[in-house]
C-alpha cells in the first residue's frame, strides 16, 4: 500500500505542471526542484564530514538550522506545485513518525533528566534526523533515476573525505592557514580527519564502497567511468586500512554481502572488490611497517620524507589497478560466461570457505587450549580491561573490546534502575560516572540500542530503533520490487549502507554523529520513496484552497522556525560563555570583566538548562573579588543541574577560599556520590577532614575568612585543588580514553 502527500488535485490524468507525461516519462520541470534539493543534502552531508563530524557545537547547530531552511524551502514549493512531491508507503511514514515521537520523548525527559541541556541537544539533533528522512523522501519522490543521482552523489562526498584522510599520510607538511592544515597524524597514525574519529571516517568508507563497486561493474557505463569506480574504491579501502578501524571492516563485509544479495552482476562485483584490495596491499603494508607512518607523535620531518614514499607506492599501485582493470573490460567481452559456470564459480567459492573454516577448527581443536579453551581466552580478551594499543596498526588482529565492554556495563546497569523512561536522552556522560569503576570519561556507551535504553529507557529505544526498523524494512521491499537494472543495482548499494550503519551502530555511537547518520537517512528516504511516472498506490490528496495552502505554510514556517531557533540558542548561550572565559583573562580591565559578566549572565538565560555559562559567571566574579557572587552561581548552577560533578567540584573548591566548611563537606560528599570512582573525588574527600576540622586553623585562630597565607596548598598530600577556570565546553574525545 502506497500513501501519496501531495497538494495536486488529480495524478490519475498527469495533469499538473510536473506529472509525468502518456509514458511516464516526467517533464524536464520535475528535474529542477529534486535535483536543487539532492545537492543541497549532499551538501549539507560534505559539510557535516569536514565540521568534526558535526557532533559539537556551532557546527551542529548550523547543520541542524541548515535541515530546517530546506524543510522550509521545501514545504513551500511542496504546497505550491512547484515540481516537489512527496510519495512514500505507510510504513514509511509511520517510521519517520517514530523518530518523531522519539524527539518528542526526549523532551518528555526533561523532566527527569540528569543532563537536561544535552537532551534539548537530543531532541534538536531528532527532529532536524526526521526531517531529513522526508527530505529524502521528496528527491526521491521527485527526481527520475533518483537512487543512482544519490549514490554517484555520495560516492564523491565519500572520496572527498577519504582523499582529505589520506593527505594526513602522504603530505603532512602542506599547510594553507585558514583553509586546512593536512597535518593531523601527528597525536595519532590512525586516520581521522576530517571527521575526528576514526571509526566514523571507516563507515564513511565503508558506505561509499558498494557505490563504487557497483559503479565499476556496470557494463552500460563507458570503460572510462568503469575504471574510474575502480580507483574510487580503491582509495576507499586504502583509507579504510589506514583508519586501523575494526568497526569499519565490519561495515564493509556487511554492505558486501547485502549488495552481493540484491544486486546483479555478483561474482563481478566480488571480483572488483578482490581486485582494488590485492592492489591496495603494498601500499597499506609500508604504511602499517613504516614506523614514521605507523608510530604515534612522530616528528614532521621523517613524516613528510616517509609520505613521499607511501604517496609514491600508492601511484604505482593505482597504475598497476587501473592496467589490470582495463584488461579485464577487455577480456569481459570477449568471454562468455554462462550460467552454469557461475554456478560452478559460487560452489567453488562455498567449497573453499567450507575447507578454511574446517581447517580453522581443526586447528583450534589440536591447540593445547582445545575449542572450549580457545573460546574461552577470547572472550576473556574481549571483556579485558587491557586495551589494544590505540594507534598502533597490530589492533586490527586483537579481539579486544577497547574498554566496550565495561561501559556496555554501565549502560546496562542504568538501564535496569530506570528501564521505563532512562535517565534523560543523551545523559550518558553523566550517568556514566555513577556505574563506572575505573576514571575513564567516555560520552557514549559505544552502542547505539545501548545507548537508547540507559538514556530514554524502553519507551524512548522502542521508538528510535522501531522507525529505524520500518525505514530499513521499507527500503528492502522498494529495492526488491524494482526490475534488474542499474536503479536497483544503486538502491541496493544505498541499502547496504543502512544495513552497515546498523550493524556498525551495535559497537560505536554513530547516532550521535551526524556525518554518518545523515547520509543513512538520505539513502532510506531515497529508497521508500515511490519514483516518478510509477502508477501504483493511493490517489492524491485534495489540495487546499489558495488560503489553505497560505496558512498551512504558515504552520509549517511557524514550526520550523521553531525548531530553527532550538537549533541557535545553545550554540549562541555557548558562545557567549566562551567568550566571557576569555574576556576575563588575567590582562582583562574592570570594565572588560564588567562586559563578561553580562555576557555570561545572558548566555544562562539564553539556556537556561545549562551550567557552563554560571560556572562562567562563577569564574568572571572571582576575577572581580566577588565570592559571594560567585557562590552563589555556583548554587544556582548545583540547583540548575544537581547531578552536575564539575558544579558541585568548583563549589567546594570556592568554599576553601570562603572557609565555609559546610558547605565544602557538602559538595565534596555530593561529588563523591555522584562519581564514586573519579580521582577528583577522592582528592577533595581526602581533604575534607584537613579543611573541615583542621587544629590550626580553626576560625578563633585565624579569623574568618581565611587569608591566602592559611589556604591549604593544592601541592601538598591530600589538599584541595585552588579554584581553577574551566576549560570550554566541547566535547570528550570520541573513542580515546584520557
Known amino acids: 500500500m502506497t500513501t501519496t502527500l501531495s497538494p495536486r488535485t488529480s ?3 498527469g495533469s499538473g505542471p510536473s506529472a509525468p507525461d502518456d509514458r511516464g516519462a516526467p517533464t524536464t520541470r520535475s528535474w529542477r526542484p529534486g535535483g536543487a534539493l539532492l545537492a543541497a543534502l ?36 511542496w504546497l505550491f506545485d512547484q515540481g516537489l512531491q512527496l510519495r512514500a508507503s505507510r ?45 529524502g523522501v521528496a528527491v526521491g519522490s521527485s527526481l527520475p533515476r533518483a537512487a543512482e543521482a544519490l549514490a554517484l552523489g555520495w560516492l564523491a562526498v565519500a572520496l572527498a573525505v ?33 571527521i575526528g574519529y576514526w571509526n566514523a571516517l571507516g563507515l564513511v568508507c565503508a558506505l561509499g564502497a558498494p557505490v563504487a563497486v557497483r559503479l565499476a561493474v556496470d557494463a552500460g557505463h563507458r570503460r572510462i567511468v568503469r575504471l574510474a569506480g575502480l580507483g574510487a574504491l580503491w582509495v576507499l579501502l586504502v583509507t579504510l586500512a589506514l583508519t586501523y578501524s575494526r568497526g569499519g571492516l565490519l561495515a564493509l563485509g556487511v554492505a558486501v554481502v547485502i549488495t552481493t544479495w540484491l544486486a546483479g552482476g555478483r561474482l563481478r562485483g566480488l571480483l572488483a572488490l578482490a581486485v582494488a584490495g590485492v592492489a591496495s596491499l603494498p601500499a597499506v603494508g609500508l604504511a ?23 604517496a609514491a607506492a600508492m601511484a604505482v599501485c593505482l597504475v598497476a589497478l587501473l592496467a589490470a582493470g582495463w584488461v579485464l573490460l577487455v577480456l569481459e567481452r570477449r568471454v562468455r560466461w554462462s550460467p552454469r559456470a557461475s554456478a560452478r564459480m559460487w560452489r567453488a567459492a562455498a567449497v573453499g570457505a567450507a575447507a578454511l573454516a574446517l581447517l580453522g577448527l581443526v586447528g583450534v581443536a589440536a591447540s593445547d587450549r582445545g575449542p572450549g579453551g580457545s573460546a574461552q581466552a577470547l572472550a576473556d580478551a574481549f571483556t579485558g580491561d587491557d586495551a589494544a594499543e590505540v594507534s598502533a596498526p597490530g589492533r586490527l588482529a586483537t579481539v579486544n573490546s577497547a574498554n566496550r565492554w565495561g561501559w556496555w556495563q554501565e549502560a546496562a546497569g542504568a538501564f535496569s534502575d530506570r528501564p521505563l523512561g532512562g535517565w534523560g536522552a543523551s545523559s550518558f556522560p ?53 526490475p534488474r ?61 489558495p488560503g489553505g495552502r497560505g496558512a498551512a505554510l504558515a504552520v509549517v514556517a511557524g514550526l520550523l522556525c521553531f525548531v530553527l531557533a532550538s537549533a541557535m540558542a545553545p550554540a549562541w548561550s555557548q558562545s557567549l560563555t566562551q567568550g566571557a572565559l576569555v574576556a576575563s583573562g588575567e590582562a582583562a580591565t574592570p570594565d572588560e570583566r564588567a562586559d563578561a559578566a553580562a555576557d555570561a549572565e545572558l548566555a544562562a538565560r539564553v539556556d537556561p538548562l545549562a551550567v557552563e555559562p554560571l560556572l562562567a559567571g562563577a569564574i568572571v566574579a572571582g576575577s572581580r573579588e566577588r565570592l559571594v557572587n560567585a557562590k552563589a552561581l555556583l548554587i544556582e548552577a548545583v540547583e540548575r543541574q544537581p547531578f552536575s560533578v564539575r558544579a558541585w567540584q568548583d563549589l567546594a573548591r570556592l568554599s576553601v577560599f570562603l572557609a565555609d566548611r559546610d558547605t565544602y563537606a557538602r559538595a565534596a560528599q555530593r561529588v563523591l556520590e555522584l562519581d564514586p570512582a573519579g580521582a577528583s573525588s577522592r582528592r577533595l574527600v581526602e581533604g575534607s577532614g584537613a579543611f573541615v576540622a583542621p587544629p590550626a586553623l580553626s576560625p578563633t585562630a585565624t579569623g574568618t575568612p581565611l587569608t591566602p597565607a592559611f589556604v591549604p596548598d593544592p601541592a601538598a598530600p591530600g589538599a584541595v585543588p585552588a579554584p581553577e577556570a574551566p576549560p570550554a565546553p566541547q566535547q570528550p574525545a570520541p573513542g580515546v580514553s584520557p
Open 485 to 545: 537494472g542499474r536503479e536497483r543495482d544503486m538502491g541496493a548499494a544505498l541499502l547496504a549502507g543502512g544495513c552497515a550503519w546498523l550493524v556498525h551502530g551495535l559497537v560505536d555511537w554513530d547516532w550521535d554523529i551526524p556525518a554518518v547518520t545523515l547520509p543513512v537517512l538520505a539513502f532510506l528516504g531515497v529508497l521508500c520513496a515511490r519514483r516518478p511516472g510509477e502508477r501504483a498506490g493511493a490517489p492524491a490528496a485534495a489540495p487546499p484552497g
Open 288 to 310: 602499517f611497517l613504516d614506523p614514521a607512518l605507523a608510530e604515534a607523535g612522530g616528528e614532521l620531518g621523517p613524516r613528510i620524507l616517509a609520505g613521499r614514499r607511501l
Open 42 to 77: 549532499l551538501a549539507v552531508c560534505l559539510y557535516a564530514a569536514f565540521a568534526d563530524g558535526a557532533v559539537g557545537m556551532p557546527e551542529a547547530a548550523w547543520v541542524q538550522a541548515s535541515i530546517a531552511l530546506l524543510a522550509l524551502g521545501a514545504a513551500g514549493v
Open 430 to 482: 553523566v550517568v556514566h560516572r555513577l556505574y563506572r569503576d575505573a576514571p575513564v570519561d567516555v560520552a557514549q556507551p559505544h552502542s547505539v540500542p545501548l545507548q537508547f535504553l540507559a538514556e530514554t529507557g524502553i519507551v524512548g529505544a522502542a521508538l528510535a530503533l522501531g522507525g529505524l526498523g520500518l525505514l530499513l524494512a521499507a527500503a528492502l521491499a522498494r529495492v526488491r520490487s524494482l
Open 162 to 194: 577519504a582523499l582529505y584522510a589520506l593527505g594526513g599520510k602522504i603530505a603532512p607538511g602542506v599547510n594553507i592557514p585558514g583553509l586546512f592544515d593536512l597535518d593531523h597524524t601527528s597525536d595519532f597514525s590512525r586516520l581521522r580527519e576530517p
Open 91 to 135: 510504513r514509511t511514514w509511520v517510521g519517520i513518525a517514530l523518530l518523531g515521537a522519539f524527539a518528542v520523548w526526549a523532551g518528555v525527559s526533561l523532566l527527569w533528566s540528569v543532563a537536561p541541556d544535552r537532551s534539548w541537544g537530543e531532541i534538536n539533533r531528532t527532529l532536524s534526523y526526521a526531517l531529513f528522512a522526508v527530505l
Open 11 to 13: 495524478r490519475a490524468s
